[in-house]
């Protein structure tokens, strides 16, 4: 489980900017990736899974982010920690 902040996954996935991410959260179509911290209420983003999630939820359009080539992929460092 890679837990990272809303700006963080959008960035990893190559969004220009968070709103899309919000939007989907606050529909509830990503509530299986959002863990809320305690202490704080930072609601925090599982990115494992999430990018297939994604695909499935969102609608394909010819620039869809999906299909951009500069996508932010972990290296085999992060995947292998």
Known sequence: MELMTI???ARRLGYKSRSQL???LNEGYLNEHVHVQQHTGQR???I???REKLQCVCQWRP????LRRNV???SAEETAA
Do not use: K, N
């Open 7 to 9: 700006s963080e996954a």
């Open 44 to 46: 925090l983003v599982d």
């Open 72 to 74: 932010q992929t972990p």
């Open 22 to 24: 919000y939007r989907l």
């Open 48 to 50: 494992e899974g999430l």
């Open 63 to 66: 620039d869809s982010v999906f």
